[in-house]
């Protein structure tokens, strides 16, 4: 049973398209997460959604706007896509937010090639 | 100045020999610490959470020093599967983004 899950694996696309990233979790948890990995493997936060309500939103181009129909679910929608936007992006929830000893889940990651 | 700094190596070492990393941060508000590895093409996972006792787990040891700002991780007796990148992970008390991760070690163990 897969506990972090995210849609597609791999995305491939022209540029100034408009494409989405799916993730669920069934651990119960009330946080979920978007970080963004560049080549230099740098884990960056993009946003964090706690029981649906936005808690996190780092200095983020605002074509990419997440979206969050339940606190299972955390999805990501980039409009217009760039040539940096190419990088992997992985999903993650915990327990809650701020707490101690709190561990991350991650998704398997989706890497986005824009070219 | 970054929250968390690690030498992104890569280290090489030999099956057996033990290994280990440092990795500082610049919060002296941080309250938890963490080491995650990550395998090529995959996600991080929790390798062990560092206390302020330090702690141990099979070959791996966690050390936290307040006072210098730095965690360590220690490996011993290294094995093949070891070959990953180490996260430092460092969490503070301070707002909502208050979870930070270093670039990582690369390590590469060696038949």
């Known amino acids: 049973d897969t506990a972090v899950s995210q849609t597609p694996k791999y995305l491939v696309t022209q540029m100034g398209n408009d494409k989405s990233i799916k993730c669920e979790q069934n651990?119960?948890?009330?946080?979920m997460y978007w970080y963004k990995q560049d080549s230099k493997k740098f884990l960056k936060i993009m946003f964090s959604?706690?029981?649906?309500?936005?808690?996190i939103n780092e200095t983020v181009p605002n074509r990419f706007s997440p979206k969050s129909p339940d606190k299972a679910h955390l999805n990501l929608h980039i409009n217009s896509l760039e040539l940096g936007d190419s990088a992997v992006y992985f999903c993650?929830?915990?327990?809650?937010?701020?707490?101690?000893?709190?561990?991350?889940?991650f998704g398997s990651g989706t890497q986005l090639s824009v070219l | 100045r970054k929250e968390v700094e690690q030498d992104p190596g890569p280290f090489n070492v030999p099956e057996g020999a033990t290994v280990a990393f440092n990795c500082t941060y610049s919060?002296?508000?941080?309250?938890?610490f963490f080491w995650y590895r990550q395998d090529c093409r995959k996600e991080p996972k929790l390798l062990m959470s560092?206390?302020?006792s330090g702690n141990e787990d099979g070959r791996f040891t966690a050390q936290l020093n307040r006072a210098s700002q730095y965690i360590s991780l220690l490996i011993r007796d290294s094995k093949l599967s070891d070959s990953a990148t180490y996260l430092c992970v460092v969490r503070t008390l301070t707002g909502a983004n208050n979870l930070f991760f270093g670039t990582g070690t690369r390590l590469t163990v060696i038949p």
């Open positions: 560092v206390y302020s």
């Open positions: 959604y706690n029981n649906k309500e936005l808690i």
């Open positions: 993650a929830s915990s327990q809650a937010p701020g707490g101690m000893g709190e561990k991350l889940f």
């Open positions: 919060n002296s508000a941080s309250q938890s």
């Open positions: 651990l119960g948890h009330d946080t």
